[in-house]
């Protein structure tokens, strides 16, 4: 803005960002070079930059037949959890944005739950999907420990405060007009909001869904704490490649570079928004 | 969020009164927010009674479960225990140092690139990929980075002709090295927001203290720093209760060694929960904790986030 650009110290600038950038990009960069290397390149010292890549990672990885499964139960986990979360969060949203319930109080005591640390949540929620795992019902309907309904749950709720307060934000941008000329043309209120409101929020709900599948998709502690086996999901299955002999780091690296590309590709996606999804939609970036 | 700036929309909707039968606003939005409110409030509330309840009991699963009342035993227990208050000041000085570097390094990042003319797009989109990716996979993965014999770290040092340090088994280094993992996390985070608020600033202000000649840093200090305060300090709270809960990457990292050095709150209680099953402990410490969290949430975070929800429906 105001500075007087002077050549030696734009080279200076782009010479620290780019300094910068290297140290953010590396280790993403790394994981996925060795995920591509043989086995007897990934552990010598110094390491090695040229080698002939080859698949034999993903196969292991793949072959270990957990880990198809492992993905698996991560896309179920995740989407399932995100479609609940996008319907439950868009009604009562949309009631906060428009006819403010609670004054406030309702809202920010929703987002207090969001900042619960994971850990104390989950010793009660161990207990209770154990519990409920050994009863009839838990049976009957496939919740309990190392169920993946018991996942769904999990992240449904843990999402839920952040996705209200993102789309709030999304619903407050929102022209009022529009809706109050729908009421006058004889809409009823579920009509506005089906007709008039979802389609004009369709782009901010699907950035919240983003954001849900993202924070689903990564998550650890539950998935480490509520499943042994049936259930895991990719974060915590990568830990399997660390076995009694030693840790096997190109399977590792195959398996990480499988969790980590498809949400780097949905970031880039998201760009635009990240600012204000990291915010709780609070700065509008 | 901000009450004053919703009421114009209330107002405007009482017009179409006509349809008498039809249910009233308030019902209306009752309704809506009633499912996610049941499912909030059963599964918010729950642990938290679940935890009160078992503070006060004897409760080791491995020895059968809740066995009676104690008062506030588990109180006394946690409150002189070593270990616990060691576990917090390790958080602490997690949070301390994490959450100061990020913001430094990421505000300073934050003016060079917005600073930038060139590639600005390509510049946003690399700084924010480790965003993307699960601290617990990541940070798996940097125990490669850190290995003492096959890691990238003490290799480019070793270029450089630096000292080598065992990052990961080294009782001085060790909480350091989760440090430098939580900032490359999130450094990206607070560069990107403060990119945001001062791409939001105001031009007018800058270009009289242009014409009236004003150098660089007492613009910095005097204009944009002044103006940038709502977002920084934002920033600075959302990372804090982030940080003070810190699970992943110790988890993945270093498993609070070595010895109990890096052994965060979040990790004892782990420990004392879910690898020893002493539920009470484990309830009270949690408690404790919570209650930290929720005060500085809503004594720091609300009314930031009233200003920022008020600023942004004002427009």
């Excluded at chain 1, 989407?79 to 809202?107: D, E, K, P």
């Excluded at chain 1, 529009?178 to 782009?203: C, F, H, I, M, T």
């Excluded at chain 2, 770290?153 to 090295?177: C, R, S």
């Excluded at chain 2, 007018?204 to 660089?216: I, K, Q, T």
């Amino acid at each position: 803005m105001l500075e007087r650009r002077s050549t030696p110290l734009e080279i200076l600038r782009y010479g620290i960002i780019l300094i910068v950038l290297f140290w953010t990009v590396f280790p993403i960069a790394w994981l996925l070079v060795t995920s591509f290397k043989p086995a007897n390149d990934i552990m010598v010292s110094p390491p090695r930059f040229v080698f002939t890549p080859t698949l034999e990672n993903y196969i292991y990885a793949m072959g270990k037949a957990n880990f198809a499964m492992f993905i698996g139960n991560t896309l179920y986990v995740s989407l399932l959890s995100t479609f609940f979360v996008v319907i439950l969060a868009s009604l009562a949203a949309y009631s906060f944005a428009r006819y403010n319930v609670g004054m406030g109080n309702i809202l920010f005591f929703i987002l207090t739950t969001k900042m619960m640390p994971a850990i104390a949540v989950v010793l009660p929620f161990f207990l209770i999907f154990r519990d409920i795992g050994a009863s009839p019902i838990g049976e009957a309907l496939g919740i309990g420990l190392d169920k993946r309904a018991a996942l769904v749950i999990s992240y449904t709720i843990f999402n839920l405060p952040f996705a209200i307060w993102l789309m709030v934000s999304f619903f407050q941008d929102i022209p009022t007009e529009l809706e109050d000329s729908a009421r006058l043309n004889g809409y009823n209120r579920l009509q506005v909001l089906r007709k008039v409101v979802l389609p004009l929020a369709a782009p901010g709900i699907a950035v919240t869904a983003i954001f849900c599948l993202i924070f689903a998709w990564n998550e650890f502690l539950f998935a480490y704490i509520l499943t042994r086996d049936a259930a895991r999901t990719i974060t915590v299955g990568v830990e399997s490649f660390f076995t009694l002999r030693g840790v096997l780091w190109g399977p590792v690296a195959a398996a990480a570079a499988l969790s980590v590309a498809p949400m780097l590709f949905f970031v880039l996606i998201l760009q635009r928004f990240m600012v204000r999804g990291l915010t709780f939609g609070a700065v509008r970036g | 969020m901000a009450s004053t700036s919703m009421s114009t929309p209330q107002d405007t909707r009482s017009v179409p009164k006509k349809q008498g039968r039809a249910m009233s606003d308030a019902w209306f939005s009752v309704l809506l927010i009633l499912p996610a409110m049941i499912i909030i409030a059963f599964f918010a509330l729950y642990p938290l009674f679940y935890a009160i309840y078992v503070s006060f009991q004897l409760a080791d699963l491995t020895a059968g479960g809740i066995k009676g009342f104690v008062g506030l035993d588990n109180y006394r227990t946690v409150l002189f225990d070593k270990f616990f208050w060691e576990s917090v000041r390790t958080t602490l000085f997690f949070t301390f140092f994490a959450v100061s570097i990020e913001v430094v390094l990421g505000t300073f990042v934050a003016f060079l690139i917005n600073g930038a003319t060139v590639a600005k797009g390509l510049i946003r989109s690399l700084l924010i990929l480790p965003l993307a990716t699960a601290p617990a996979v990541t940070g798996l993965f940097w125990r490669y980075l850190y290995d003492t014999q096959f890691g990238l770290y003490n290799y480019f040092l070793g270029l450089l002709g630096l000292p080598q340090p065992n990052w990961l088994g080294d009782i001085k280094v060790a909480l350091w090295a989760v440090i430098m993992f939580d900032v490359w996390l999130w450094m990206p985070f607070v560069a990107l927001i403060v990119m945001a608020g001062l791409q939001a600033l105001p031009k007018e202000p800058f270009e009289a203290a242009e014409l009236d000649g004003a150098p660089y840093f007492r613009v910095l200090r005097k204009l944009t720093f002044p103006m940038l305060k709502p977002v920084l300090f934002l920033v600075i709270i959302l990372r804090t209760i982030d940080a003070l809960r810190l699970y992943d990457a110790v988890a993945v990292l270093t498993r609070g060694g070595p010895g109990s050095t890096t052994e965060t709150m979040t990790y004892y209680l782990y420990r004392q929960g879910l690898v020893f099953f002493r539920m009470d402990y484990a309830s009270t410490m949690a408690l404790l904790f919570l209650y930290a969290v929720v005060v500085a949430s809503l004594f720091a975070l609300r009314p930031l986030l009233n200003m920022f929800g008020g600023r942004a429906t004002a427009k």
